[in-house]
């Protein structure tokens, strides 16, 4: 993963592709006026799919290699660096 902030925009790059709730969760919580996810970036590991979305069978739960746990562990991971490139 990787995080790049120019002014007050920030770009997100995961290696996947992301559940849209959780790159809307990234950017409710980026604290930047505008919040990029920039999916398959520099690798794809497949659906990066929300703990919620485990609860139903579907074509996405069952392609993806990841488990439950991934997507929030790459969201909290984003917010993480985001915080680092963020100027205090």
Do not use: W
């Amino acid at each position: 993963m990787q995080v790049l902030a120019i002014n007050n925009a920030v770009f997100v790059g995961i290696p996947g592709e992301l559940f849209v709730e959780l790159g809307l969760e990234i950017k409710r919580k980026s604290g930047f006026e505008h919040t990029y996810i920039v999916g398959c970036a520099n690798d794809n590991i497949g659906y990066i799919l929300s703990p919620k979305a485990y609860e139903k069978a579907s074509y996405e739960t069952g392609a993806t290699p990841l488990s439950p746990t991934a997507g929030q562990r790459i969201l909290d991971t984003a917010l993480e660096l985001i915080k680092r490139v963020t100027k205090t």
